[in-house]
């Protein structure tokens, strides 16, 4: 009865009919199985916002549970940025906290965005919404433009069709850090009821400007230089397609291939099992037209267009680089053209940055894994993180921004192309000038979230000795802090000076992802070194997937 009463309260104050009726059908079948499920938990707003499956209940994402963050996120930010962030309006004397909304084209997306926008208005928090689906990276760039308090973003980023997220960023246009998310959580923990909820449609719609004003500054980036290049672009049924295609335009680069299959945005993602460049499959159709076409490069974007994929022909195929790969050169670019600052990488992406970095002098730092703690790098100058996050232009957006990236990496491969040379060219002479970093991953999606829970456990009470022929040389329990970051959930194994893994669960899907990453000096043959470094990574996965039971 308790469940059942819960589930009543909760669709009288739902305002959406799809899924008060999807509750109501659940409720007269007395489907108590899935109402628990629906009922038992709540979806947790943390650093990563809220993402879940679309549907009715709080363990969905639906109007009530946007309409409760929105509100949260008002009282937070009245409380929090009093008199700051007024926005355009500053001028008229409205000193008040202000937000930008953007949104993808997944399905609800613009019905949780203009809901957003009206409690936020109605809350006193001045919100300005962004015309249309547009990627990610427009709204971190839209709130230092505009000089809001904070911008929200409305997208699941490359997770399945069912799901919705909530993303939101600060000031600095860089995503939430604690002890926001538990400032921000308990805000909305105490919104109370959103049919009681004052909304207001006075919001301020903004138009093409802001989208514009993030393309000239893309657009900017690159140098005179080469240009020509035959690529290959997916947005993977996404919303990153018009907005690079405008900036290859401008920037005077060959127009893209784009995959015709995938051009349009398309919530229901048809072609692909995961709109992930990085799943199996995902960049089938890429490949196919890059054969086609004889195209010299491949690029995607994930559907909110904030990560970049590359893939590069060799020989008379393509393979897909991985993030390190493509970090470790879009660094090395930047480096060469003088750029000083901190270069910055998440701690399970490749320590070759380091060596890149010192032998230019410059420094570097490693954040915990998330875009969220590389943009609070002071004096950032480029970051990355392994799964395909590049932020080449701090000043545009302190965040991932796939679009700016690809255009980088345009300019890249151009210029190589003009001497007769290719990414993966620069990309051997850097491990022969710093020993082949080779990296790869261990990641199982399960069902039962026990899984990972066992794993960890395993790690902290009992870990391997052996791994793929190597000695387990040191384990640090990241929980504890490990070489001055916060604590985090994840294990850290050493094996010996040039091999190490590092397992986490993921931050935003049933996953648990194991990052290794082998050294191995480059001497005569670069064929020899690569043998190694895959024979060695082969070995410790499949030591480590049998240690963990995955």
Not at 60 to 78: D, K, S, T
Not at 196 to 210: A, C, F, I
Not at 358 to 387: C, N, S, V
Not at 414 to 441: M, P, V
Request: proline share 7%; with cysteine.
């Amino acid at each position: 009865m308790e469940l059942l009463d819960r589930a009543r309260d909760w669709l009288s104050q739902d305002p959406d009919p799809v899924t008060r009726h999807e509750l109501q059908r659940l409720i007269d079948a007395g489907d108590t199985a899935e109402l628990a499920d629906r009922f038992a938990e709540r979806l947790q707003f943390g650093t990563a916002g809220l993402r879940g499956a679309l549907g009715a209940g709080p363990n969905r994402m639906n109007r009530v549970i946007v309409a409760q963050a929105a509100a949260g996120l008002a009282a937070y930010l009245r409380e929090h940025e009093p008199g700051g962030g007024a926005g355009p309006r500053a001028a008229s004397g409205q000193h008040r906290p202000s937000v930008v909304i953007g949104y993808d084209a997944r399905h609800n997306s613009d019905v949780f965005a203009r809901d957003t926008a009206e409690i936020m208005q109605g809350a006193g928090v001045e919100a300005h919404l962004l015309p249309g689906p547009l990627p990610t990276p427009v709204t971190a760039f839209a709130i230092r433009h505009l000089g809001c308090s904070a911008g929200v973003v409305v997208t699941a980023s490359h997770n399945p069709p069912q799901d919705n997220g909530y993303k939101v960023f600060l000031a600095d246009s860089s995503q939430i850090v604690p002890p926001a998310d538990t400032d921000i959580s308990a805000q909305i923990d105490a919104a109370g009821r959103v049919d009681e909820m004052p909304r207001s449609d006075g919001y301020t719609p903004l138009g093409p400007e802001v989208a514009e004003a993030y393309i000239e500054a893309v657009a900017s980036l690159p140098q005179d230089g080469p240009r020509d290049v035959v690529a290959v672009y997916t947005p993977l049924h996404g919303v990153g397609r018009d907005t690079l295609v405008d900036v290859v335009r401008r920037t005077r680069f060959p127009d893209l291939h784009v995959v015709r299959e995938q051009a349009e945005p398309d919530p229901d993602f048809p072609t692909v099992a995961f709109p992930n460049p990085e799943e199996p499959g995902a960049m089938d159709l890429a490949l196919k037209l890059a054969s086609e076409v004889q195209a010299d490069l491949i690029v995607a974007n994930d559907p909110d267009a904030d990560r970049a994929a590359v893939g590069v022909r060799d020989g008379e195929a393509f393979r897909m680089l991985t993030g390190d790969q493509v970090g470790a050169m879009l660094a090395d670019f930047c480096l060469r053209r003088g750029l000083s600052g901190t270069f910055a990488s998440s701690i399970v992406s490749s320590d070759l940055l380091g060596r890149q970095t010192a032998a230019f002098g410059q420094p570097w730092q490693q954040t915990l894994t998330g875009f969220k703690w590389i943009g609070k790098i002071p004096d950032l100058a480029f970051g990355y993180e392994e799964a395909l996050g590049y932020c080449v232009a701090p000043h545009i957006a302190r965040d991932k921004d796939g679009v700016s990236a690809i255009i980088t990496v345009l300019e890249m491969a151009a210029a190589l192309k003009a001497e007769g040379r290719t990414l993966l060219d620069r990309l051997d002479d850097l491990y022969r000038e710093h020993g082949l970093h080779a990296t790869s991953q261990l990641s199982v999606r399960v069902d039962d979230l026990a899984i990972i829970t066992n794993a960890m456990q395993v790690l902290r009470t009992s870990p391997p000795r052996v791994l793929g022929g190597l000695d387990v040389t040191s384990v640090d329990d990241l929980v504890d802090g490990y070489s001055g970051l916060p604590p985090t959930d994840g294990i850290r194994l050493g094996l010996g000076e040039n091999a190490r893994i590092i397992c986490r669960p993921s931050g935003t899907e049933p996953k648990i992802k194991c990052y290794v990453e082998v050294v191995v000096p480059v001497g005569d043959s670069m064929d020899t070194a690569r043998a190694e470094a895959r024979a060695t990574i082969d070995g410790i996965k499949a030591d480590l997937a049998e240690a963990l039971g995955l």
